[in-house]
């Protein structure tokens, strides 16, 4: 079984640079433009991992992430944070939301396929 990752970014770049790095590390992907698709998606299709940007439209990170830890179904779920935010206060709410790392843009293809398989082996 193929486990699926879904990627909350509203860049198209970003969303097409990680989506080829990990469907050709061989993880099923699925893209949100922004937390509020996001957010639907992982309630019907219960990801194994988020990677999700922290500022995004309609439904920013910090906002996505709180609806998870706020779902029964969903609190567990991993989060990765992939952004260009660098500042101490922004890591320091990351923390208290749960999330489980952070990456920062751009990112290397290699080091988002090495992050992506600690958590999914």
Request: glycine share 8%; aromatic share 4%.
């Amino acid at each position: 079984m193929n486990r699926k990752v879904l990627v909350a970014d509203d860049s198209a770049t970003i969303r097409m640079i990680v989506q080829a790095s990990l469907a050709g590390a061989g993880w099923d992907v699925r893209l949100a433009a922004d937390g509020a698709q996001a957010l639907a998606l992982a309630q019907a299709e219960r990801p194994d991992l988020v990677i999700t940007d922290w500022n995004m439209p309609v439904l920013d990170g910090p906002g996505l992430i709180a609806a998870f830890r706020a779902d029964a179904t969903l609190v567990d779920l991993p989060v990765l944070v992939l952004t260009t935010e660098g500042d101490e206060q922004v890591y320091a709410q990351a923390r208290a939301l749960g999330v489980q790392g952070w990456l920062g843009k751009p990112v290397e293809p290699d080091t988002l396929v090495a992050v992506v398989a600690d958590f999914l082996p």
